[in-house]
């Protein structure tokens, strides 16, 4: 079983900075074999993509209302990823939430029901 725990949420002002992480850990798995992704749910609102990183290529893909601010990354030697978040908006708030997959697709990697392991999820306000 994959176990991912984010950490680094909590309560900014806009134009502020976060960097969250999320520690992949589950005896047997292959971090390096796992694209993996971000997603964030503001309150009442659906579960939405906002980057991944593919397994191989480490190609890096975003969500139109992120790029150019956010930053995904991962290290393999800590079996961390990570997403940078500069420039924070108030319709940034969100719970967000670090996925993991291994047979994903690159056609499926914003879709969040493709993804087979999630983390609980770490707060991140923005105020104005």
């Known amino acids: 079983q994959v176990h991912l725990v984010e950490t680094g949420g909590g309560s900014v002002q806009t134009g502020d900075s976060l960097r969250l992480s999320c520690e992949f850990s589950?005896?047997?798995?292959?971090?390096?074999?796992?694209?993996l992704g971000w997603f964030r749910q503001a309150a009442g609102k659906e579960r939405e993509f906002v980057a991944a990183i593919f397994r191989n290529s480490g190609h890096e893909y975003y969500s139109d209302s992120v790029r150019g601010r956010f930053t995904i990354s991962k290290d393999v030697a800590k079996n961390t990823a990570y997403l940078q978040m500069n420039n924070l908006r108030p319709e940034d708030t969100a719970v967000y939430y670090c996925?993991?997959?291994?047979?994903?697709?690159?056609?499926?990697?914003?879709?969040?029901?493709?993804?087979?392991?999630w983390g609980q999820g770490t707060p991140v306000t923005v105020s104005s």
């Open positions: 996925a993991a997959d291994q047979s994903l697709i690159l056609s499926s990697i914003r879709q969040y029901a493709q993804y087979d392991y």
């Open positions: 589950g005896s047997g798995y292959n971090f390096r074999r796992y694209v």
